[in-house]
């Protein structure tokens, strides 16, 4: 088992940044990939960004891309999500998820996941 606690999330204007992080004990953490996705209301929860568990493989959303950046500490089990540039369409819960090895963008791939952070993002 991998258990993920997500920080960081807020109230931004549009424009600001916000850091998300996640925090991850149990299982070793850096055998893992991590994923970010994210649930707005009435919406359905899509891929953000995710990075292998070496973090030498990353991809994100074509939404996404070019304003967050995914990162990983493994000696800090610990995984990041810098967001900037927020837009309104941003605001959703943002949640972290780990499994073994190798990144995907299917968030039905990823066995353990956090509770969620929620961003809001002011027009």
């Known amino acids: 088992q991998v258990q993920l606690v997500e920080s960081g999330g807020g109230l931004v204007q549009a424009g600001g940044s916000l850091r998300l992080s996640c925090a991850a004990s149990?299982?070793?953490?850096?055998?893992?990939?991590m994923g970010w996705f994210r649930q707005a209301p009435g919406k359905e929860r899509e891929f953000v960004a995710a990075?292998?568990?070496?973090?030498?493989?990353?991809y994100y959303a074509d939404s996404v891309k070019g304003r967050f950046t995914i990162s990983r500490d493994n000696a800090k089990n610990t995984g990041y999500l810098q967001m900037n540039s927020l837009k309104p369409e941003d605001t959703a819960v943002y949640y972290c998820a780990a499994r073994p090895l190798i990144a995907t963008m299917a968030s039905n791939g990823y066995p353990y996941w956090g509770q969620g952070t929620q961003v809001t993002v002011s027009s």
């Open positions: 149990g299982r070793i953490f850096s055998n893992h990939a």
């Open positions: 990075i292998s568990w070496s973090g030498d493989r990353i």
